[in-house]
């Protein structure tokens, strides 16, 4: 593949064949290595996703050229992703220096607001190949910087969402159905009625947000009726910093990043291999 791709091809290519294409929520060095490396080892496609606020603390340039270097030394396909944008100059500004897929997060706005951003973002994008993902109806919980209350979260509509995708153009879409962002107070319950009459309706692939904490055959089943990309975030961060505020406690002297951010990189490594196999992605290229 050799280079970063935009997630037209590998999402097409998950939604023909049934599976899912997992997007990782990276931070840093470490954690954008243990993504690409498993994934690799594993032969899955994988789109390494940072937030505005991660973009922000990693910098777009180091971000889009660590995956850079991924793709020209691992023969799978690997796309760089800003989630849940919701600036317009600033998805610009990272498409002219490298990223192929963005999503524009519009979902607080009403309907024709949404319709008009995401158009705009769309229309731009779509010059340099770079592919665009929007969410209706609206996922509860905490991403980054990003909180939804409960009371202001609210289901995707498959009417407004076939009308949402033919106005706007958009190459993927990310649906409301049950999940939040973050830890769950019981377990999720999913809509995969309100699913299953969005696939009828709507064409481009389907994503699922929120998926951290969300039992394996309830995403098995959402990716069954046509979700083919996973986002996760809070499922990898968790074991990540436990095993390194284990090792300090161990270690209290310690000081040498290379070593307490070792037992981080191999609890994460475990979840990302975890959460491939879920998503049916193992061994597709
Ligand atoms: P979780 O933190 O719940 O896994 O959500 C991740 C996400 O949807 C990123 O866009």
Redesign the pocket.
Known sequence: MNEVLSTRDMLKRAQKCGYAVP?F?IHNLETLQVVVETANEMRSPVIL?G?PSTIEYAEGENIVSMAKVAASKYNIPIAVHL??FENIDDIKHYIDIGFKSA?IDASHENFEDNIKKVKEVVDYAHRYDATVEAELGR?G?Q?DDLVVDEKDAMYTNPDSAKEFVEITGVDSL?VAIG?????YKGEPKLDFERLKEIRAKVEVPLV???????PDDLVKKAISLGICKV???????IPFSDAVKKYFKENPEANDPRKYMTPGKEAMKKIVQHKIKVCGSENRY
């Open positions: 997007a929520n996703a937030t989630d849940h999503m996922l919980g991403e990310a999940t939040a962002h973050g830890l699922l947000h929120g998926a951290s904490d969300v986002n996760v975030a809070t499922d990898l961060k």
